[in-house]
């Protein structure tokens, strides 16, 4: 006799390091935290943005793909990248979902000036030139730049890139939206780097809160009357996020946090919470294989 097992029938084993597993459950539930240790075993697609949106029906044909509510596409992770079609043509790029999605709650792009503190390897940066802005990348590391100069030339796609850190960068020039894909604990990657929870993203804290606090000093320098900055990290901390925002809004008057919208752009309620932040989880799109964690905040110069 064939005996046929249900999903009640296993018994999860558990995979998630203690502490960062304790704090999953403190910071949303016990039923999220599972639901995350369930999609941390499942990871086996990668995510692209298409560099023609009006495309994006025949590279989901084309490469067998799953279209996404916000237009990423998904494909499964079975032949070497540059391989498939489309990529050494510069039609498509690597880019999660979750990375997408801020840029995407941003209206007017196109002729945007714009800065990007942390820019390679390029998806975002990539991102905002395929909507029409004018894009200066900065990245300390000569590794990163190279390969940001390597997707941005497969993409045909132009932008002024300077290697140095953002503590020493000189600018008269003032931009419309400076972005900030700020260094982090990496928390919402767990998907794909199985390895972060167990280098001990809580020591690591210290360092990196100063980074993220420091870039936004930096940034607000550089930014136009009622100009932007788009903060954004895959952390799942609130330490790196929410708390981030709301402290640089109590010690700056002059600027204000622009809520992001639930009815923006394709964008599921539940990824807007309730104080107008945008908060993804590895959980959700849980029955299409889940996301990278994210946070967003979207900042305005007042005066």
């Known amino acids: 006799m064939v005996r046929i097992f249900q999903e009640k029938d296993f018994i999860l084993k558990s995979n998630l390091e203690k502490n960062f597993k304790n704090y999953l459950i403190e910071k949303y539930s016990q039923e999220i935290a599972i639901k995350i240790e369930r999609i941390y075993t499942l990871h086996n697609s990668i995510d692209i943005s298409i560099m023609n949106q009006e495309e994006v029906e025949y ?31 510069g039609k498509w790029w690597v880019q999660d979902i979750s990375s997408s999605i801020p840029i995407k709650l941003i209206d007017n792009i196109r002729k945007m000036e714009v800065l990007d503190l942390f820019s390679a390897p390029g998806g975002k940066a990539m991102q905002l030139i395929a909507l029409g802005a004018n894009v200066t990348c900065i990245d ?17 796609m132009n932008a002024d890139i300077f290697q140095t850190d953002f503590y020493d960068f000189k600018c008269k020039k003032k931009f419309d939206l400076v972005l900030i894909d700020v260094p982090c604990s990496s928390t919402g990657t ?114």
């Not at 300390?140 to 045909?156: A, H």
């Open 59 to 89: 590279w989901k044909e084309k490469l067998g793909a799953k279209l996404l509510p916000t237009g990423s596409l998904r494909i499964k992770k079975n032949k070497k990248l540059s391989d498939l079609s489309g990529f050494k043509e």
């Open 140 to 156: 300390s590391s000569s590794i990163r730049i190279k390969k940001l100069k390597e997707n941005l030339n497969r993409m045909s």
């Open 190 to 303: 767990i998907r794909k780097n199985k390895e972060i929870q167990y280098l001990d993203p809580f020591k690591r804290l210290k360092n990196l809160l100063k980074i993220q606090e420091d870039s936004l000093n930096v940034a607000k320098n550089f930014v136009k009357d009622k100009g932007y900055i788009l903060y954004c990290n895959c952390s799942l901390f609130s330490s790196e996020g929410e708390d981030k925002i709301r402290n640089f809004i109590k010690e700056n008057s002059n600027w204000k946090f622009e809520k992001f919208v639930k009815e923006n752009k394709d964008i599921e309620k539940e990824w807007i919470d309730k104080f107008g932040f945008l908060r993804l989880r590895p959980d959700h799109l849980y029955n299409e294989g889940g996301m990278d964690g994210f946070f967003a905040a979207l900042l305005k110069k007042i005066n």
